[in-house]
């Protein structure tokens, strides 16, 4: 009996035991399940943005060479490539074979720009992507000049444009420069791009210490800017992200908006490194395709710039 009775006391417990450890289970999965589910709304929400840069594009100061037009989820910029401010009568273009150009190893030549068919559709909500993505030897926006934003290097993805400017005498002796004073220059096929802030763009949209107005987008779809805050101080790279990148307001946003600034540093700093947020497949195809070596009529891979 006794054994019996010890038996059956020990069983009650188990059953007391077994019916508390499910619910205590259900308790931790049901909170398991809740905390998973919030991180993933918090993160999906923090990874992207519902913000739309339509306001943005609308006010923008494009040129009379562009042409804007909008789908419910995309702008698609059409330019000739040709930014409308003056240029330089002659740049310099690398010797035969060359890829960095150097005083040693580059020529003066008339300006080699020529009309470009560009037809890019870039995102009107841009997404914030895990990881960012480096930036691409070529086009990686597009700004209001009509012209397009290459990043701050030259064709080996490393030698720093701004840092590596230089002049070489034309046949008269007269001194030319690599980049111009809106810190572009064209191709030695005539593709016009910028590597650093565009002085002669910003100096045109905004006023004398007065904030930066939007001048371009990149090919992730946000917005870029020039160095001035809203107050009108200078935006210094501490500031910016590992991709120039930085969240405050603008006059086109007054509530903050993530976006690009582009400086006048002689550093990596002066243009886009790397993308944050999503590229769109179009444009990953373009880029695919004036990445690849030997497509001269392309783009600059092979010597320059
Ligand atoms: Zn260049």
Known sequence: M??????QFLRQVYKVIMKRSFFILLTA????ITVWVSTMLTHSISSS??????????????????TISYTDSSFTFVSDGIPNHARQAEY???????????PDTAHTVADPTVAQNYSFS????????????PTNLGAIGVMISGAVLYNPYEADNKTIAKLSNFTVKNANGREVSFLDSCNGHPTPIGQYHYHALPTCITSVVDGQSSPSHIIGVAFDGFPIYGDRAMDGSKITASQLDFCNGITSATPEFPNGIYHYVLL?????????????GKVSTNLVS???????????SMQHTSNHV
């Not at 310099?92 to 150097?102: E, F, L, N, R, S």
């Open 2 to 7: 006794t054994m019996t009775r010890r038996h």
């Open 29 to 32: 999965w049901a909170a398991t």
């Open 49 to 66: 943005s519902t913000l739309s840069t339509t306001p943005g594009i609308k006010t923008a100061q494009w040129g009379s060479n562009v």
């Open 92 to 102: 310099i273009v690398p010797k035969d074979g060359v890829i960095i150009p150097t």
């Open 122 to 133: 870039i995102p009107l909500l841009p997404m914030k992507s895990a990881a960012p993505t």
């Open 264 to 276: 006048d540093t002689k550093d990596s700093t002066s243009s886009i490194r790397c993308f944050t």
């Open 286 to 296: 373009f880029i695919k395709k004036t990445k690849m070596p030997g497509m001269m």
